[in-house]
């Protein structure tokens, strides 16, 4: 599990280090990989292009299927409501995530916490199930909303 959270972590922080939000996210059904996602809402202008998303897009292309019936996703950061929500439409069996929500800095846009209603969705989702959903620490998990951070910063003292 820790490489997949790697693979993960790796993917945010490369999304991040090109100026789009740190997060990144991979599919796995039948112990391979068989597609990865990113967050690219700031690239698209699109508030639904989440990391966990796109790789359930990906992989669901990739596949030709519309469900992805005991898939695992395997996320860099916890789920949002609408990743959770995605994942469960899809058919993902259990998401696993390396950092805690708490984690998430302010990224300088607006984002959901618990006292909106998205945020409320999310801790519904989680509530209805929250065996599909498992936190697996990781040593690096911060290292994505850092380097975003960093490359928000360079880019303001240009």
Excluded: W
């Amino acid at each position: 599990m820790n490489k997949l959270i790697e693979q993960a972590v790796d993917l945010a922080i490369a999304n991040a280090d090109e100026g789009q939000l740190p997060f990144g996210a991979v599919v796995v059904l039948d112990g391979a990989v068989v597609a990865t996602g990113v967050n690219t809402a700031l690239r698209d202008s699109d508030p639904t292009a989440h990391g966990e998303v796109a790789a359930v897009r990906n992989a669901c292309a990739a596949l030709g299927v519309l469900h992805l019936t005991g898939s695992l996703v395997v996320s860099s950061c916890e789920p949002c409501a609408i990743c959770h929500a995605v994942c469960a439409s899809a058919g993902v069996t259990k998401i696993v995530y390396a950092a805690p929500k708490e984690y998430v800095p302010d990224l300088g846009y607006p984002a959901p916490d618990l006292g909106t209603l998205p945020g409320e969705m999310q801790s519904a989702l989680r509530a209805l199930a929250p065996e599909q959903l498992e936190y697996v620490p990781s040593d690096r998990a911060a290292e994505p909303f850092e380097r975003y951070l960093a490359y928000v910063a360079r880019k303001g003292d240009s």
